[in-house]
């Protein structure tokens, strides 16, 4: 910071402040505020029936939503979401520990592994509904087995590229196995990991609204796609902003978690940049 | 910021086989070999397992039928011609929503990109719009579309759309600073300075874009077909399932595993050609 810019904060430091957060205000407020008109304006002038105007969609979603809907259909999907995308979490994160560490064991599955992974999820629901049933079972199971390839994949390159000295030493100083896995291993796999997770992340929202959608009877993608059934179009736009809402505050909520597990290696990154 | 910035971008390289400093060039093709011995033991191994489950009565074969029948299956599938008929209108679909959503990512990224005063302003509104699943438009899809090409490509677009346009950002925020101002001194104009400084630099973030956008479009591709019932192979799934042709359904799944692992491989590969003279691909060490 240059000396006439100091003494100008010194001097007012109150106006500066309001300034910079006015500043900021307007970056984040000024293009969402733009487009909520645009689409207030569209839908006014074309008249267009699908098109439902932000008021119509603001009050409806009220209506909608906070109630017994809540309770019912999104609280459940939300659960299912997390609880798929947790149990995916821990056995891919075991799993890809275990291959990891095992050349052998690595080659022998890749193959196969690869070739699972590509497989793109959303076909496994008519699949694990043949073995499952439509079930709530089958519903954790269609994330779960969605979401645990990246999760898989990436803890094993993540383990893979452990540094050697870093792992030398660790053997030379005598450290156990558990205490390896947790400071050394996991730790150095972290940013793999992570990224991973935020991959399975969004795959699991996907599955999480299809497996409803495909067959079901409740939850929140079975009441969107009923809405658009029974043509009630302000209903089916709440839906639509419902689940970018739950899209929206997983991914910052995943944000603020990754910023602290990875608190040690954005550290390290800026360090070496020379920041 | 740096946060989100590590993550997208190079912590996932095309995990290719590493050169790794192996004593002879005989020794490291013989453990190559041994590699492919183990990586073609674990099909097999698979393939019988899941011969040998439902045979035994582990699962029930009505749910999960042997690997042999199941192969059956794909078999008289592939000959006939309504498959390959779905099969074409997968592949358009995904393809063509690619091609969409990398041209406008790529256009608006870099104009959006180079410019700070318009990357601030939008900044908010991506971030919200980003994470937004685009299975949320699936109603909206067929309100607007029915079951027409157009409903697929309206997901496969939006889906692919943000993972290029993310990293088209990080890609241009990225061009060296001493580059920049080289180009700059010798006299280079804007154009010039994108085509021959921040192209260059940008192209392996839009590869990365590309990859991440490719894998998903062919998810949104299937998953328009399975649920909305735009033609392609998620609709034969669909159909097959709710006809109870089990072989069929599990035939079916395993060649749409198969289009993936090909996507796959042909993007690795266009990765690895554009980018020959990147030091990922030179085999360098990158940390």
Redesign the interface.
């Known amino acids: 910071m240059s000396a006439p810019e100091v003494t100008s904060a010194r001097r007012a430091p109150a106006l500066r402040l309001l300034t910079a957060a006015a500043l900021r205000l307007w970056y984040l407020l000024a293009l969402p505020a733009a487009l909520i008109l645009l689409w207030w304006w569209a839908g006014a002038v074309s008249g267009m029936y699908y098109l439902s105007s932000p008021d119509v969609i603001a009050a409806t979603f009220a209506e909608v939503w906070f109630g017994e809907r809540f309770l019912v259909d999104a609280l459940p999907s939300v659960a299912r979401l997390l609880g798929g995308f947790a149990l995916a979490a821990v056995l891919g994160v075991a799993l890809g520990v275990g291959l990891g560490l095992s050349p052998r064991l690595r080659a022998l599955t890749e193959p196969v592994l690869e070739f699972l992974r590509a497989i793109p999820p959303p076909v496994l629901v008519p699949l694990l509904m043949l073995l499952a049933g439509v079930s709530t079972g089958m519903k954790l199971l269609v994330i779960v087995s969605g979401c645990i390839w990246p999760i898989l994949l990436n803890t094993i390159e993540g383990v893979r590229a452990v540094d050697p000295v870093l792992a030398d030493t660790c053997r030379c100083y005598g450290i156990g196995r558990r205490r390896r896995l947790t400071t050394l291993i996991l730790r150095s796999a972290s940013p793999q990991i992570m990224a991973g997770l935020r991959q399975a992340l969004s795959i699991a929202i996907i599955l999480m609204v299809i497996s409803e959608m495909f067959a079901s009877s409740s939850g929140l993608g079975f009441t969107i796609v009923q809405f658009q059934r029974s043509f009630a179009i302000p209903e089916m736009w709440t839906g639509i902003v419902l689940l970018g809402l739950i899209g929206f505050l997983l991914s910052v909520l995943f944000q603020l978690v990754e910023k602290r597990v990875l608190a040690w290696y954005n550290g390290v990154r800026a360090a070496t940049r020379g920041e | 910021m740096?946060?989100?910035m590590?993550?997208?971008a190079p912590?996932?390289p095309a995990?290719g086989p590493t050169a790794e400093a192996g004593p002879s060039r005989a020794a490291r093709a013989t453990s190559r070999l041994?590699?492919t011995a183990?990586?073609?033991?674990?099909?097999a191994?698979?393939l019988l397992l899941w011969e040998v489950v439902p045979r035994i009565g582990l699962?029930s074969a009505d749910?999960?039928p042997p690997a042999s029948q199941v192969l059956v299956a794909l078999a008289e599938r592939l000959t006939l011609p309504r498959l390959w008929v779905a099969l074409l209108d997968t592949v358009i679909g995904w393809g063509l929503g690619l091609l969409i959503a990398t041209v406008a990512a790529v256009v608006l990224g870099f104009a959006v990109g180079s410019l700070p005063l318009l990357r601030?302003?939008?900044?908010?509104?991506v971030e919200?719009l980003?994470?937004?699943?685009?299975?949320?438009?699936?109603?909206?899809a067929?309100?607007?579309y029915a079951t027409d090409i157009r409903s697929t490509l309206l997901l496969v677009v939006y889906a692919a759309f943000w993972q290029i346009y993310i990293q088209v950002l990080y890609g241009v925020a990225d061009v060296d600073p001493v580059a920049e101002q080289t180009a700059r001194s010798f006299g280079l104009g804007r154009l010039a300075r994108i085509r021959h400084v921040v192209w260059p630099s940008a192209l392996p973030y839009v590869l990365t874009g590309f990859r991440l956008g490719a894998a998903v479009a062919?998810?949104l591709a299937?998953?328009a077909q399975?649920?909305i019932g735009s033609p392609g192979l998620?609709k034969e799934?669909?159909v097959a399932?709710s006809s109870g042709a089990?072989a069929a359904?599990?035939a079916?799944?395993?060649l749409?595993?198969?289009?993936?692992?090909i996507?796959?491989i042909g993007v690795r590969a266009l990765e690895r050609r554009l980018l020959h003279w990147h030091t990922s691909v030179r085999g360098e060490n990158v940390a």
């Open positions: 740096t946060a989100a590590t993550d997208n912590a996932t995990a041994g590699t183990l990586g073609l033991t674990g099909i191994g698979f699962v749910y999960l601030r302003l939008t900044a908010s509104t919200f980003r994470p937004i699943p685009s299975v949320a438009l699936i109603p909206l067929v309100l607007l062919l998810i299937i998953t399975l649920i998620g799934i669909a399932q089990v359904v599990y079916l799944v395993i749409t595993g198969a289009l993936g692992v996507v796959n």
